[in-house]
């Protein structure tokens, strides 16, 4: 099977504080490994993956690792619009990191209208859970997931734990999402992009309905 042959790409962004293990995370799951040390982010790096969603379905993630200092927002906010889905990360450890997610949903709201980003919300460090060590329990961090509307798990990129599922959550999340036609293709967007006939044709049969239907008022993300 070649990999390189894909049908859609996804363009997934990373969202959360600085230190959470964003960047972790995305090593655990495209290379399947662990630095205990590893480089802050500088503005915005680049992943590329691929997953088969359904037989014959490729999907080539595009994934966009941001920046969480706040001199990078300016820098970060530019890939917002573009994105299709979203990986919303806290440390379990940190409870301002999962305080801040509120915002960081928010903002990509604001930012991407009138397009739609799917996201999923990833408590991080689940390895860290010794008596005092964990900050943020799964029962609030449910609630929170509940009430933005969005699935929530948890993992840990030290062990391995839940890595490949938060990640094919979002990616199977999109793909449902474009099948259901949830999620809507537009002229000038590049969240998703389509190749091969059958994907083509999908990509037409909305870009022709975008440009005729009105569009109705709609929760942006979820």
């Keep these: 099977?070649?990999?390189t042959?894909?049908?859609?790409q996804f363009r997934i962004i990373m969202l959360g504080d600085s230190t959470v293990g964003k960047s972790s995370l995305l090593k655990r799951y495209t290379e399947d490994t662990f630095l205990e040390s590893i480089n802050q982010t500088v503005g915005v790096d680049f992943h590329v993956h691929f997953l088969e969603v359904e037989p014959g379905v490729r999907v080539k993630l595009q994934?966009?690792?941001?920046?969480?200092?706040?001199?990078?927002?300016?820098?970060?906010r530019s890939y917002y619009r573009n994105s299709v889905g979203g990986l919303l990360v806290f440390n379990l450890?940190?409870?301002?990191?999962?305080?801040?997610?509120?915002d960081w949903h928010a903002e990509v709201c604001e930012w991407v209208q009138p397009h739609r980003v799917l996201f999923v919300l990833v408590g991080h460090k689940s390895d860290r859970d010794a008596p005092g060590e964990r900050d943020v329990s799964k029962e609030e961090a449910e609630k929170l997931?509940?009430?933005?509307?969005v699935p929530?798990?948890?993992a840990s990129a030290k062990t391995g734990h839940k890595v490949t599922e938060a990640f094919e959550l979002?990616?199977?999340r999109v793909y449902q999402g474009l099948m259901s036609r949830e999620v809507e293709l537009r002229e000038g967007w590049d969240g998703v992009k389509c190749s091969g006939p059958r994907a083509l044709q999908l990509q037409r049969a909305s870009?022709?309905?975008s440009a005729v239907t009105p569009k109705p008022s709609k929760k942006c993300c979820g």
């Design 170 to 172: 979002l990616t199977r």
């Design 63 to 76: 994934f966009w690792d941001t920046a969480g200092q706040e001199r990078f927002r300016s820098v970060t």
């Design 145 to 149: 997931a509940g009430q933005l509307g």
């Design 93 to 102: 450890t940190n409870r301002a990191s999962f305080e801040h997610i509120k």
């Design 207 to 209: 870009l022709t309905r």
């Design 152 to 154: 929530y798990v948890e």
């Design 5 to 8: 042959l894909w049908q859609y």
């Design 1 to 3: 099977m070649d990999l």
